[in-house]
């Protein structure tokens, strides 16, 4: 049975609609407009323990809306999300102590009290005994370097320190489910790394299921294999990373500085897109061959000074999902 079910998920909203001006100010008096929209459109997914999966798509897209109903914090429309056999909104209490949450721009530490103090706290909330506490502390200090900031006050830490003292609230009652929603935002690129290293060890150590919701694709590709994209309450692709990656951008650059300037290369399985005095640029299909391939054949035709791969963005992968997304759904 999968950790998470998901099944044809819809949440509705009504939003009011104002008209602007001072006669549309009486008409909003009077009466409103109400547009009913739908914020998630009939979704379905599955997770398996241990799978780090990226829930991603544009703003407005739906994510936080289903992360909400997947909390408990928002009743579906219709539709339906099972964890580890029950539903969030009908026995919230019971899966609350099965997940870990993280909002990026928000903390569950409380923010006049030490950060030690916050914890002592969540060890009553979730009623876990001193042996597990102490633990799971040594386990995640080890990771997260929680002694150094352990008796500061929540509200003098920096952000990238706040994170790491999140990070361990989320996981003090060992979680199998945790829900990561921009854990790297606005943190410099020390503090990425030991966020990143700290979500692998707790999935490869203790086969947490993680769902990270993000905007920095690097946090995707470095931990995911597999992504979910959702565009206007749509999923639009949801697979594994690298074969959407080979499906939308199939070929691949290999740049070749040669000792001279030769005329009329020629290379199998390549074709010439760019050339500049000794260096040229050639673009394969990866399917066909590979940059191995290409080499070994032109450096027994030609004198190589010097090699590079120019590996796809996955930037523009992505982006051209969204729109691809946006177009059939309109």
């Known amino acids: ?14 939003v009011v609609q104002k008209e602007s001006g001072l006669k549309g100010a009486f008409k909003n008096i009077l009466k409103s407009n109400k547009l009913l929209v739908r914020a998630v459109d009939d979704i379905s997914f599955s997770l398996e323990e241990g799978e780090i999966v990226g829930y991603i798509g544009p703003n407005g897209a739906g994510k936080s809306t289903t992360i909400k109903m997947m909390c408990g914090i928002l009743q579906p429309t219709s539709g339906s999300v099972i964890i580890n056999g029950m539903s969030p909104y009908v026995d919230r209490k019971k899966v609350v102590k099965n997940l870990g949450v993280v ?36 386990m995640l ?41 921009e854990p790297t935002i606005g943190l410099d690129v020390d503090v990425k790394y030991a966020i990143r290293k700290f979500i692998k060890d707790i999935n490869q150590n203790c086969k947490t299921t993680i769902i990270l919701t993000t905007h ?14 959702i565009n206007k309450g749509k999923i ?37 897109i760019k050339t500049e005095k ?30 590079s791969i120019e590996e796809t963005n996955i930037e523009d992968v992505i982006r051209r999902v969204y729109n691809q997304g946006a177009k059939e759904i309109c």
């Open 1 to 14: 049975m999968p950790v998470i079910q998901v099944e044809h998920l819809v949440k509705e909203f009504n």
């Open 103 to 138: 909002f990026g721009q928000r903390t569950q530490l409380y923010w006049d009290l030490r950060l030690g103090e916050s914890f002592e706290l969540l060890k009553r909330i979730y009623e876990i005994d001193n042996d597990k506490y102490h633990h799971n502390f040594a």
């Open 141 to 181: 200090d080890e990771i997260l370097n929680l002694q150094e900031i352990i008796n500061t006050p929540v509200r003098q830490l920096s952000l990238g320190q706040r994170m790491r003292g999140d990070l361990a609230a989320a996981m003090l009652h060992s979680p199998p489910v945790i829900f990561l929603d």
């Open 216 to 229: 920095d694709l690097d946090d995707i590709q470095q931990l995911c294999k597999r992504i979910i994209i």
């Open 236 to 272: 639009v692709e949801d697979g594994s990373l690298n074969q959407l990656i080979d499906r939308l951008a199939p070929t691949k650059k290999l740049i070749v500085d040669f000792f001279e300037e030769y005329q009329n290369i020629q290379v199998s399985n390549a074709k010439i």
């Open 278 to 307: 000794g260096r040229v640029w050639f673009e394969f299909d990866k399917a066909k061959t590979s940059a191995g391939e290409i080499m070994t054949e032109l450096s027994s035709n030609y004198l190589i000074q010097d090699i």
